[in-house]
């Protein structure tokens, strides 16, 4: 439903770019997100955007470096990470909140996380 890519190994101070997209039977993409977990502690929010209207909401200690976005479409999301530093090491995680039916309600999906590793 979630396919996520992007993670990988860099050097702090660079930058990665994470891609979610959804797919499947969809008839409505309301939000969609990331969220990060670090080995021993709590996933947390690093973003998410409303789909419809775009308006996005950040981690007050990413978003000054990190930028949420989505496609024309609705359907895929993408995560800028700039300025990155060892404590941004941690697996990150696709949200999504999708309608699949009209008639459906709403429900949250994950992806596979992704493991974005930043050497010191």
């Known amino acids: 439903q979630l396919q996520t890519s992007g993670g990988g190994l860099v050097q702090a101070g660079g930058s990665l770019r994470l891609s979610c997209t959804a797919s499947g039977s969809i008839f409505r993409v309301n939000r969609m997100g990331w969220y990060r977990q670090a080995p021993g502690k709590q996933r947390e929010l690093v973003a998410s955007i409303t789909i419809e209207g775009g308006r996005t909401n950040y981690a007050d200690s990413m978003k000054d470096r990190f930028t949420i976005s989505r496609d024309n479409a609705g359907t895929t999301v993408y995560l800028q990470m700039n300025t990155l530093k060892p404590d941004d090491t941690a697996s990150y995680y696709c949200?999504?909140?999708?309608?699949?039916?009209?008639?459906?309600?709403?429900?949250?999906?994950w992806g596979k996380g992704t493991l974005v590793t930043v050497s010191s």
């Open positions: 949200n999504a909140n999708i309608q699949s039916t009209r008639w459906a309600s709403d429900m949250n999906y």
